[in-house]
């Protein structure tokens, strides 16, 4: 499967827009690009997953770049509660996700 | 309605001794896989799945453990002679087939001591 490469560690303020980067350059045709957040003490969490087109749900957007060599996950107004470990994954369909080390958000008041 | 369930939420065991770590995956959902994270580690796959058959064990790290899983339901992971670097929070997950979105349980906080 695909390697990512995640920012550490990002802040945002309270009530902004929350932009988590991920590139993955070497990632294959078949392979889909998935997110997962882990909140302190809890389970990984799934947000939301792509192929090639954009992809919005209750929680957050998924925007893929044309060439599929990076995507960036917007959470649109972050909340205090969003502050968490976020993982992107690339995965064939079937495949086993390998977690990498993720973004450390903090979103600050 | 009911998530991923598993027990105990924490164990602390002795050096040697053997356990027993349970998981109860959402009802219908027949991809069941093991992960494991050390502390401020990353998740490590354990092991996968599929009904009662496990294809994918690659990522059990010694021979102490195993995992099984009857009816198509309930896992047990179980290790064997417990050492202290097995300390860490085992996480189990399922998914309604394989290739869709896992589910998370909150995991039991194993403490070898």
């Known amino acids: 499967d695909a390697k990512t490469t995640q920012p550490p560690s990002m802040d945002c303020a309270e009530g902004r827009a929350a932009n988590l980067p991920c590139n993955h350059s070497t990632i294959s045709g078949n392979e889909y690009v998935y997110w997962y957040r882990q909140i302190h003490s809890q389970g990984p969490q799934y947000i939301i997953h792509g192929l090639k087109n954009n992809e919005t749900n209750e929680m957050a957007s998924l925007i893929i770049t044309e060439d599929r060599k990076s995507s960036t996950l917007i959470l649109p107004h972050a909340t205090l509660r969003d502050t968490a470990v976020y993982y992107c994954?690339?995965?064939?369909?079937?495949?086993?996700?390998?977690f990498g080390q993720g973004t450390e958000l903090s979103v600050k008041p | 309605g009911a998530g991923v369930s598993q027990s105990p939420s924490n164990k602390v065991t002795e050096k040697g001794k053997d356990v027993e770590l349970r998981c109860d995956p959402i009802?219908?959902?027949?991809?069941l896989y093991w992960y494991r994270q050390s502390l401020g580690q990353g998740l490590e796959f354990l092991i996968y799945f599929q009904g009662n058959s496990a294809p994918d064990k690659s990522g059990l790290p010694s021979d102490r453990f195993s995992a099984e899983r009857t009816g198509g339901s309930v896992s047990t992971l179980t290790i064997q002679r417990t050492q202290q670097e097995d300390s860490a929070v085992y996480l189990c997950?399922?998914?309604?087939?394989?290739?869709?979105?896992?589910?998370f349980g909150n995991g039991t906080r194993l403490t070898v001591t």
């Open positions: 009802s219908g959902h027949t991809a």
């Open positions: 994954i690339v995965i064939n369909q079937g495949g086993k996700l390998i």
């Open positions: 997950a399922s998914s309604l087939a394989n290739g869709t979105p896992l589910h």
